[in-house]
């Protein structure tokens, strides 16, 4: 089976140099990429492919459940190697609907490590206790929460450190929050866009779980 990745490779790198020989070239040159990336590790949502986009083209971190821990030294690394170096003007937090994170979160099974690195979600959870309660069907549950859990992510990224020196710099950044219905690939703008401190603000200011 690892030989058919392999050869999987050849044949993408040979396609690659048909379509256009210095692709590579180019490639192996500093990237300039007006984007990052903050996704789900799932293997359904290839970030690139999604927003047809070529490789060099979207500087990607992806992690369990698309969170934006402020602690972890892995997130902080790739936040602050787009916006200081290649001076990034969008970055965008993107979830799916269906995410096994999310179902992980919502259940009452323990699963050892992960729960810890999901403890953010449950916790979002519990504070929409009251509305998710409401809802029956558990598909729809965990795709509620999905969407909570963007409006909540984008709000982190736009209070992070480096996000918030950025801005002070005058640097152009928008910070956008999609999420992605793997059944029909076509991405929804949840309209959480910022592009300031002020508009984090206003973004915290707007009710955890508001209805409908």
């Not at 170096?85 to 490590?113: E, F, M, P, Q, T």
């Not at 959870?125 to 409006?151: G, P, S, W, Y």
């Amino acid at each position: 089976m690892i030989d058919t990745l392999i050869r999987n490779n050849m044949a993408w790198a040979r396609a690659r140099m048909r379509a256009e020989s210095p692709f590579f070239m180019r490639l192996s040159e500093q990237q300039a990429t007006e984007y990052l990336w903050i996704g789900c590790s799932a293997s359904q949502v290839p970030a690139n492919e999604v927003v047809g986009l070529d490789p060099g083209e979207l500087f990607v971190h992806r992690n369990m459940e698309n969170l934006a821990p402020s602690r972890d030294v892995n997130f902080l690394s790739v936040l602050q190697c787009p916006l200081k170096v290649l001076k990034v003007g969008h970055s965008i937090v993107c979830g799916h609907y269906g995410c096994g994170g999310v179902r992980a979160a919502l259940d009452s099974d323990r699963r050892g490590l992960i729960d810890y690195w999901l403890q953010p979600v449950a916790d979002l959870a519990h504070r929409c206790a009251e509305r998710l309660d409401a809802i029956t069907d558990f598909t729809t549950k965990v795709n509620d929460t999905c969407q909570q859990n963007m409006r909540a992510q984008v709000e982190y990224v736009g209070r992070n450190r480096f996000v918030f020196d950025a801005w002070c710099r005058w640097q152009t950044l928008a910070i956008h929050g999609w999420i992605y219905p793997i059944r029909d690939g076509l991405i929804r703008n949840l309209d959480l866009t910022v592009e300031k401190a002020r508009d984090v603000e206003t973004l915290a200011r707007r009710s955890w779980c508001p209805d409908g």
